[in-house]
Antibody, heavy 132, light 110 residues
């Protein structure tokens, strides 16, 4: 059973770069049709998608964070990472990593075929506070 | 910035049926499948419904999802105390080229 675990500093100073790593255990990060995602949640607020990476290195980022975000993957370590630059207090949140499954539905008489995605495995989350 | 709109709260007594709506647009729900996540207090989100109406193994059949046009809904029938949680819808948005989440709905069992 695949498990994800976030790790990294719990406190980051304003204007610095937030760096987190997600370690995948119980399976290979390279196997199957999976993307690997980061999501965050400020205290008492909703979920915000940060971005995703495929093991080929292909990425998609939230447009609102794109200029500051880099997601990378290290298949040799079975890990993927998040870097968020120029952080402010608004970046204080619980950060989750998750596995994003890509699947294909072959369609029916009523519906054409399509791809669909969902996040089926989540890490427990790690709290990052931005403060001097 | 949540692109999908949900009611902030919903409630019911044990055994009742509760429905949560999720409103989007043609670029997200209108053209992609919807997933639902349950977040119990102090825990990470958990996949509850995928591809509009499919339940992962282990999710009780009290939970059901549906989608019509640019809206989706989650129904919880036979409400139980352990269903008290926050619920989020999610879909891919073709215009943003990214995943979008709903604003979240807190379900309270009275």
């Amino acid at each position: 059973q695949v498990q994800l675990q976030e790790s990294g500093p719990g406190l980051v100073k304003p204007s610095q770069t937030l760096s987190l790593t997600c370690t995948v255990s119980g399976g290979s990060i390279s196997s199957g049709s999976y993307y690997w995602s980061w999501i965050r949640q400020p205290a008492g607020k909703g979920l915000e998608w940060i971005g995703r990476i495929y093991t080929s290195g292909s990425t998609n980022y939230n447009p609102s964070l794109k200029s500051r975000v880099t997601i990378s993957v290290d298949t040799s370590k079975n890990q993927f990472s998040l870097k968020l630059s120029s952080v402010t207090a608004a970046d204080t949140a619980v950060y989750y990593c998750a596995r994003l499954l890509k699947n294909f539905w072959s369609g029916s008489l009523d519906s054409p075929p399509y791809y669909y995605y969902y996040m089926d495995v989540w890490g427990k989350g790690t709290t990052v506070t931005v403060s001097s | 910035q949540s692109v999908l709109t949900q009611p902030p709260s919903a409630s019911g007594t044990p055994g009742q049926r509760v429905t949560i709506s999720c409103s989007g647009s043609s670029s997200n729900i209108g053209s992609n499948t919807v997933n639902w996540y349950q977040q119990l207090p102090g825990t990470a989100p958990k996949l509850l419904i995928y591809r509009n109406n499919q339940r992962p193994s282990g999710v009780p059949d009290r939970f059901s999802g549906s989608k019509s046009g640019t809206s989706a809904s989650l129904a919880i029938s036979g409400l139980q105390s352990e269903d008290e949680a926050d619920y989020y819808c999610a879909a891919w948005d073709d215009s943003l080229n990214g995943q979008v989440f709903g604003t979240g709905t807190k379900v309270t069992v009275l």
